[in-house]
């Protein structure tokens, strides 16, 4: 977009979440959806630009770990009650960012109902790094 870098931080904005407040009650533009044409039409006193986000998660498309449609990874109670995971976990129910395959965990974007952001991403990183740790301890007896 043309002056983008000029008015990077004040003007043009990547995270509406983040930023949006700052334009309460004014007119701001949402370029990248296919309306990239609209900052030249009105006056706008801010733009966000949203360009997409595709999951890369192809590699897990022979595996028994579900995505939805857009190829973001279920987890937890994200989960469909009707799946195949049911029968895999036995007589429990996936942890919070345990996938349809018990013991793979996924945190961060590439998740379904992620809040795509960086601290949430951060946070869902250690949790399911702590909940690896409880997923081990709970097999350890079994082995
Ligand atoms: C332009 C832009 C502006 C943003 N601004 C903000 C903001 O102001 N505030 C905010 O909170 N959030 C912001 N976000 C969102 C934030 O960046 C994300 O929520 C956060 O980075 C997600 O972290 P993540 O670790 O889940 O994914 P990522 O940061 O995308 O990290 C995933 C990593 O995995 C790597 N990878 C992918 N596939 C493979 C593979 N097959 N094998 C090995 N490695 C792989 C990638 O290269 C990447 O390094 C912004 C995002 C964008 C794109």
């Given at each position: 977009m043309e002056g983008e870098d000029r008015f990077l931080g004040n003007g043009v904005h990547y995270c509406a979440a983040c930023d949006g407040p700052f334009y309460k009650g004014q007119h701001v533009a949402v370029p990248g959806g296919g309306n990239s044409a609209v900052e030249d039409q009105v006056h706008v006193n801010g733009a966000f630009i949203f360009i997409g986000l595709e999951p890369n998660t192809s590699f897990l498309n022979d595996t028994d770990v579900e995505l939805n449609r857009a190829?973001?990874?279920?987890?937890?109670h994200n989960l469909p009650a009707d799946s195949a995971w049911v029968d895999r976990f036995e007589s429990r129910l996936p942890l919070m960012f345990e996938t349809s395959v018990p013991g793979i965990f996924a945190a961060g974007d590439v998740r379904e109902s992620s809040t795509r952001?960086?601290?949430?991403?951060?946070?869902?990183?250690v949790t399911a790094a702590m909940l690896v740790r409880e997923y081990l301890k709970g097999i350890r007896f079994k082995i």
């Open positions: 190829g973001f990874i279920l987890t937890g952001q960086v601290a949430a991403a951060a946070g869902e990183g």
